[in-house]
């Protein structure tokens, strides 16, 4: 996907030249990527702010049109928005979870879009009924929708999404903003609908609480550009090639200095980052020498993760450019 934006000087006269003659560059959005997600997979679809992720769900849900490629959904081309491709699939946004009409009820959103998806009506009281128990929407139903917290509304948007029983999920950013407890109501449900379903789910989200608890299998894009497609465990082992161990030890005068990189120390305790193949050797000399209350091998955190890995991306675009 290449966006022709238009460019200028500063000052009122390149201003003034720009009414006459403007000038325009190419922006490549998206470009090269290419992956399948097979039914039922959730997926993360991770990279830093303007690395394509967007624009990527966009022309998948058939918002945008590509300027060169092939796209496939369901065996359809997205951008013809056929109105049986659009019954199959859903694109949710934290940024506006539930539409442009805040004047209605939420029940009569929902009745709005019974009609616009021809659901019949014993199959919309069944769907509704059962996302209302799973997302606790009964109390806010008779609410107008400009009245609902953030939170409510992701909920209420969510189900909205979800009465037509669509097969495919793009989800854009979908706890955002929201609460602790919002947030993990909301990733609850799209585990149980997918599991229950076979929905199919792409997720694109900067809390990696969502990424960790939902996504098995990552695609990071950088710069439009797929940098890694494949199981999680595999990114952390690639950009994060260490581990953590955290040891409590009985003799506060023991020396653990030779058994890794001390990150911290507390009296006795210490917290120890070693090379992850060297792990089990390290844990077992630690435990055959010292006096050991307590000891864990612990990941590194997925947020540090994917911090390693735009480092490193930019360390390999400042070398090459």
């Given amino acids: 996907m290449t966006y022709r934006v238009p460019v200028r000087d500063t000052g009122l006269m390149a201003a003034a030249r720009a009414l006459v003659r403007r000038q325009y560059r190419d922006v490549h959005a998206v470009q090269n990527v290419t992956f399948q997600i097979a039914t039922g997979q959730v997926v993360g679809f991770l990279g830093r702010n ?27 081309v997205p951008w013809r928005r056929h109105n049986h491709y659009l019954r199959e699939i859903a694109l949710i946004r934290g940024s506006q ?11 009569d959103s929902f009745r709005y879009q019974q009609v616009l998806y021809d659901i019949a009506e014993s199959q919309f009281k069944h769907n509704l009924a059962e996302l209302s128990a ?45 609460d602790i407890s919002a947030a993990k109501v909301v990733r609850t449900f799209i585990a149980e609908y997918s599991a229950q379903t076979g929905a199919t789910v792409l997720l694109t989200s900067h809390s990696m609480a969502d990424v960790e608890s939902l996504c098995a299998r990552l695609i990071l894009v950088d710069d439009g ?30 020396d653990l200095a030779g058994c890794g990189d001390i990150l911290q120390r507390d009296g006795n305790q210490w917290l120890l980052r070693v090379d992850r193949d060297a792990a089990p050797a390290i844990t077992a000399r630690i435990l055959s020498r010292f006096a050991v209350a307590d ?21 390999t675009k400042d070398v090459t450019s």
């Fill in 225 to 254: 550009a797929i940098a890694f497609d494949g199981p999680r465990d595999e990114l952390r082992s690639i950009f994060a090639p260490t581990k953590l161990i955290r040891v409590t030890v009985a003799d506060d005068d023991a």
């Fill in 295 to 315: 000891l864990s091998v612990e990941e590194p955190s997925l947020e540090n993760v994917m911090d390693q890995a735009y480092q490193r991306l930019r360390r």
């Fill in 97 to 107: 979870p539930i539409g442009d009409a805040p004047e209605l009820t939420v029940l």
């Fill in 134 to 178: 799973l997302l606790d929407l009964d109390s806010i139903l008779q609410r107008q929708v400009r009245a609902l917290s953030l939170g409510e509304r992701m909920r209420a948007g969510l189900a909205l999404a979800l009465v037509y029983r669509p097969k495919i999920l793009f989800l854009d950013e979908p706890t955002i903003g929201l």
């Fill in 50 to 76: 303007g690395a394509g992720k967007t624009t990527t769900m966009k022309i998948l849900a058939g918002i945008l049109h590509p300027t060169s490629g092939r796209v496939r959904v369901l065996g359809q």
